[in-house]
T-cell receptor
């Protein structure tokens, strides 16, 4: 959905560098999901964020990965000291603050991270 | 435990035929929502249809309908009169009211429509 903006669309990093992926949710949305997708696989849940609060990070690797959603500005997924296995598409989805069970999550176009 | 299971890695269908994509789910939560998303080769995720656990009728959206069988915990997507543009990956997803209401996806089914 054009309303959720992710940048960059493509990111190339050398092993050991840091990757910062940005997600600007739809206007009025205060909840953000991050997902990782390997080729020919489904979307794996990573983290669920509300502004200034992490709601569920059960899908985040314990090391090197972190996420934030500050009061102002986009949500950031940060991967430190990237390795080849981090190469994947990373999707962000946003929800409004008071959405019910039937609330559609709107997805961004994704960021394709390639670690060389 | 796998929450969402899509048992068909790939499906091949002739244009204009109807196709059913399978999805079974596992939850003890009485309240949940089921979603289907389409992912074309361009990569974006497109919402197709939603079914709530308390909905009495099967959801329909244009050529898409959801065959919801609650007792069997299945939520199959039916696409009628398939078109070449329907070729894509299709993902079933579930959100439970318990916990953080995170949206959990199945592995997906790659649908190919043949002319």
């Amino acid at each position: 959905n054009a309303g959720v903006m992710q940048n960059p669309r493509h990111l190339v990093r050398r092993r050991g560098q840091e990757a910062r992926l940005r997600c600007s949710p739809m206007k009025g949305h205060s909840h953000v999901y991050w997902y990782r997708q390997l080729p020919e696989e489904g979307l794996k849940f990573m983290v669920y964020l509300q502004k200034e609060n992490i709601i569920d990070e059960s899908g985040m690797p314990k090391e090197r990965f972190s996420a934030e959603f500050p009061k102002e500005g986009p949500s950031i997924l940060r991967i430190q000291q990237v390795v080849r296995g981090d190469s994947a598409a990373y999707f962000c989805a946003s929800l409004p603050p008071y959405g019910g069970m039937n609330t559609e999550a709107f997805f961004g176009q994704g960021t394709r991270l390639t670690v060389v | 435990a796998q929450k969402i299971t899509q048992t068909q890695p790939g499906m091949f269908v002739q244009e204009k035929e109807a196709v059913t994509l399978d999805c079974t789910y596992d939850t003890s939560d009485p309240s949940y929502g089921l979603f289907w998303y389409k992912q074309p080769s361009s990569g974006e995720m497109i919402f197709l249809i939603y079914q709530g656990s308390y909905d009495q009728q099967n959801a329909t959206e244009g050529r898409y309908s959801l065959n919801f069988q609650k007792a069997r915990k299945s939520a199959n997507l039916v696409i009628s009169a398939s078109q070449l543009g329907d070729s894509a990956m299709y993902f079933c997803a579930m959100r439970e009211i318990q916990g953080a209401q995170k949206l959990v996806f199945g592995q997906g089914t790659r649908l190919t429509i043949n002319p």
